[in-house]
């Protein structure tokens, strides 16, 4: 009696648990068996899903959705799903499935520190890419997705820093004529080092919390993107890395900490520079709390519209090397591994030919030259002519293309933020950011 | 005479093996196996590197300081929960009016995901706009209305930022633990010390404190352990300055794709909380011992 009971258990279990693994085997193997081979595979081409993962609250998340029933409609029985995580949370996502071997994504929407590290579970694109579409790539844009000879990724949007200041406190008669008496030439908008810190000071008003503009010195990626734009204006170049060669016993990585680290030793800036970012930076400049500041464009349109129009936009300032700026480009990849391959690339030059909607969704950039140009004309729209002659200068260019840039960009991150603390001098910051990186390489 | 067999019980016992090896054994024995290898950022391959990922991990200070955090933020968390929370415990388990509105608001961090409480507390230890800030200068310790703490850009504030957060989200659960132990102490004892005139301090250490010891004992084990795990409240909050064991695994294994570093990492993590807990729960429940 209790071998029979021990058994039937022993058996429900067993059912069960095949039952599980088989439920699907079981609906189209049982339901359908009249059907033909040939209409399954048509079933399977017609019912296909398109899964794409973007960042949630972006630009790329506002368009797929918005084109999505036009590509169904264009594909009948082609599903696409949008599935949008936060901006870390892609890259863990795509990390996980890559290693695994377990793709859930046909198509992934990243930033360009990202490739080299998927490289190897990302379908390259020469085929696919014609001339007159990377004639089309703005500055930096087919370099900064081309690893290896292979393009990774179909531009989305590219991005730069630039200088957006208080239209009313430059063009002011008493500033005007103050500044002159001070510093001996006219008061204007700063487009060198030298300029841009007299013009910091000038406006500087501690004790009524006012600033003459805002350092990034928080510990993290948007600190070393901004030291890399001193750095490129100080003549560094390539950046960082040059094949397994680290590049930072250039002088020109210790000025450009230097020149963030004066702007915070003499109080041009927020007292908490050293945990502000470009988030931080933006809600000081629009709490009316700065005379200029230097970030992503995108947040010029915001910031005009919250302080009633009173700000402009100029092109990145310059060092000995002239104009430079790091830019931040967007891909949208094809996973190698997915099943939907030749769907997705349709979905990827779909994508292209609707770059522009970039521009009417929330940050107003894109990835084509044609589309700036375009939509530069338009009033509201001054920062893409200021990005264009940042990205247009030969001293921007984008983070090496590396995979193990997230882990150099931690040690940067920390020799940066702890020589602008004062706990290293920058030379020494440099020297040791070096040895831990060629320790990361090797 | 036996009402279930011995392989009645074994099969009752066998889905709970199956997954235990499934999900616990097997990623457990596999990552034992990483750690001996250097995986190929590209291509994943795997190249044998003996101990050197171990001899890395006591060398290194990318694994030594995150320990170091680990620890510091431990004692002091658990050390600062344990005393208010049998402070507040102490208080609460006189009936006076009001104790159980008090009681029910002090559990509220309790239904509060570590996460959320993390993104919170970030936001009230922001320089420019947070309220801790802003009380401190409402009392007078920052002098002017420009001066500012940077908690979240220093090493040293940023984990006394994370432990006060615990410390917020934790204390009801110690609270909650002691006030039972209390409630359960029979109240013949108490009112018979009284009697004898016992003081408030006799009365704790002597009656109170042995009688719950293993309640307490318990509770602390179980939040050492709690907060030596500790990701959320430290990867949303102060990641930036402090790393400890976890968020340190975590970025190795994921950020930096450093399969087998990680590994071993979190072989020398689980071993080390493997031997602290049989040490522990060896030395807490020995009947021999007696206690409540």
């Known amino acids: 009696?209790?071998?029979?009971?021990?058994?039937?258990?022993?058996?429900?279990?067993?059912?069960?648990?095949?039952?599980?693994?088989?439920?699907?085997?079981?609906?189209?193997?049982?339901?359908?068996?009249?059907?033909?081979?040939?209409?399954?595979?048509?079933?399977?081409?017609?019912?296909?899903?398109?899964?794409?993962?973007?960042?949630?609250?972006?630009?790329?998340?506002?368009?797929?959705?918005?084109?999505?029933?036009?590509?169904?409609?264009?594909?009948?029985?082609?599903?696409?799903?949008?599935?949008?995580?936060?901006?870390?949370?892609?890259?863990?996502?795509?990390?996980?499935?890559?290693?695994?071997?377990?793709?859930?994504?046909?198509?992934?929407?990243?930033?360009?520190?990202?490739?080299?590290?998927?490289?190897s579970g990302i379908e390259p694109l020469n085929d696919y890419i014609s001339d007159d579409?990377?004639?089309?790539?703005?500055?930096?844009?087919?370099?900064?997705?081309?690893?290896?000879?292979?393009?990774?990724?179909?531009?989305?949007?590219?991005?730069?820093?630039?200088?957006?200041?208080?239209?009313?406190?430059?063009?002011?008669?008493?500033?005007?004529?103050?500044?002159?008496?001070?510093?001996?030439?006219?008061?204007?908008?700063?487009?060198?080092?030298?300029?841009?810190?007299?013009?910091?000071?000038?406006?500087?008003?501690?004790?009524?919390?006012?600033?003459?503009?805002?350092?990034?010195?928080?510990?993290?990626?948007?600190?070393?993107?901004?030291?890399?734009?001193?750095?490129?204006?100080?003549?560094?170049?390539?950046?960082?890395?040059?094949?397994?060669?680290?590049?930072?016993?250039?002088?020109?990585?210790?000025?450009?900490?230097?020149?963030?680290?004066?702007?915070?030793?003499?109080?041009?800036?927020?007292?908490?520079?050293?945990?502000?970012?470009?988030?931080?930076?933006?809600?000081?400049?629009?709490?009316?709390?700065?005379?200029?500041?230097?970030?992503?464009?995108?947040?010029?349109?915001?910031?005009?519209?919250?302080?009633?129009?009173?700000?402009?936009?100029?092109?990145?300032?310059?060092?000995?090397?002239?104009?430079g700026a790091t830019t931040g480009p967007w891909y949208e990849v094809v996973l190698k591994d997915s099943p939907?391959?030749?769907?997705?690339?349709?979905?990827?030059?779909?994508?292209?030919?609707?770059?522009?909607?970039?521009?009417?969704?929330?940050?107003?950039?894109?990835?084509?030259?044609?589309?700036?140009?375009?939509?530069?004309?338009i009033e509201g729209n001054e920062h893409l002519q200021a990005v264009l002659d940042t990205l247009g200068s030969p001293a921007s260019g984008n983070r090496p293309n590396t995979p193990y840039w997230t882990e150099i960009e931690q040690v940067l991150s920390d020799a940066i933020h702890f020589a602008m603390a004062g706990e290293l001098t920058a030379e020494e910051a440099m020297k040791d950011a070096k040895e831990r990186i060629e320790g990361i390489i090797k | 005479m036996r009402i279930v067999s011995r392989k009645t019980l074994l099969l009752f016992f066998l889905p709970g093996a199956i997954f235990m090896a499934m999900f616990l054994i097997y990623p457990i024995f596999k990552m034992a196996i990483d750690s001996f290898y250097k995986f190929d950022v590209y291509t994943n391959e795997k190249l044998f590197v003996g101990l050197d990922n171990y001899i890395k991990a006591f060398t290194d200070g990318s694994f030594l300081i995150p320990l170091k955090n680990t620890f510091i933020y431990v004692f002091f968390a658990v050390s600062i929960e344990t005393i208010i929370g049998m402070a507040l415990a102490l208080i609460l388990v006189n009936e006076f009016r009001g104790s159980k509105l008090i009681r029910s608001l002090l559990l509220s961090p309790l239904m509060i995901a570590p996460i959320i409480a993390g993104l919170t507390w970030r936001l009230m230890f922001n320089s420019n706009f947070g309220i801790i800030n802003q009380i401190l200068r409402n009392v007078g310790i920052l002098k002017k209305a420009t001066d500012t703490i940077t908690w979240l850009a220093d090493k040293e504030l940023a984990l006394v930022a994370a432990i006060i957060a615990d410390v917020w989200l934790t204390v009801p659960f110690m609270m909650l633990v002691f006030l039972a132990g209390l409630q359960s102490i029979d109240k013949g004892i108490l009112e018979a010390a009284k009697i004898d005139g016992v003081n408030f301090f006799e009365n704790l250490f002597y009656i109170k404190f042995p009688a719950i010891k293993q309640i307490i004992l318990t509770a602390i084990s179980i939040r050492l352990i709690d907060a030596a795990r500790t990701f959320d409240i430290i990867y949303v909050m102060v990641d930036e300055q402090v790393t400890v064991i976890s968020t340190v695994i975590y970025k190795t294994l994921v950020k930096y794709n450093r399969t087998g570093y990680a590994s071993a990492m979190a072989l020398i993590f689980i071993i080390f909380f493997v031997v602290f807990t049989l040490v522990f729960l060896r030395n807490m429940w020995r009947p021999s011992k007696g206690g409540s």
């Open chain 1, 1 to 119: 009696m209790k071998k029979s009971i021990s058994l039937m258990m022993l058996l429900v279990m067993v059912l069960s648990l095949s039952a599980c693994n088989t439920e699907q085997g079981n609906v189209s193997g049982s339901g359908n068996e009249k059907q033909t081979q040939e209409e399954q595979v048509q079933e399977k081409v017609e019912e296909r899903t398109l899964t794409i993962l973007v960042e949630a609250g972006s630009p790329g998340e506002i368009v797929a959705n918005d084109t999505k029933s036009e590509f169904e409609e264009m594909y009948p029985g082609v599903t696409v799903v949008v599935d949008p995580v936060p901006y870390t949370g892609i890259f863990d996502k795509i990390s996980t499935e890559i290693k695994s071997g377990n793709i859930v994504h046909d198509i992934a929407t990243l930033d360009v520190l990202w490739l080299s590290a998927f490289k």
């Open chain 1, 133 to 323: 579409m990377i004639a089309d790539f703005l500055p930096t844009m087919l370099d900064g997705g081309t690893i290896e000879n292979d393009i990774l990724g179909m531009p989305m949007w590219i991005n730069s820093k630039v200088l957006m200041y208080r239209t009313s406190l430059f063009e002011n008669e008493d500033n005007k004529a103050a500044f002159k008496e001070s510093f001996g030439y006219e008061l204007g908008v700063p487009t060198t080092w030298e300029e841009y810190m007299d013009v910091a000071s000038f406006f500087t008003d501690k004790d009524n919390n006012f600033f003459g503009t805002a350092v990034y010195g928080a510990n993290n990626g948007d600190t070393v993107c901004s030291w890399l734009d001193h750095a490129s204006q100080a003549g560094a170049g390539p950046l960082v890395l040059e094949g397994n060669k680290v590049l930072l016993d250039d002088p020109a990585y210790a000025e450009a900490i230097d020149f963030m680290k004066k702007q915070f030793d003499e109080g041009y800036v927020p007292a908490d520079s050293l945990s502000n970012s470009s988030g931080e930076v933006i809600n000081y400049f629009n709490n009316g709390q700065l005379a200029m500041m230097l970030n992503w464009s995108h947040f010029y349109p915001s910031a005009k519209e919250t302080l009633d129009g009173d700000v402009s936009v100029a092109p990145m300032i310059g060092g000995s090397a002239g104009v």
């Open chain 1, 340 to 377: 939907n391959k030749d769907l997705a690339i349709e979905y990827l030059k779909f994508m292209y030919e609707r770059n522009g909607n970039y521009m009417e969704a929330a940050l107003k950039i894109a990835g084509r030259t044609s589309v700036y140009e375009e939509y530069s004309k």
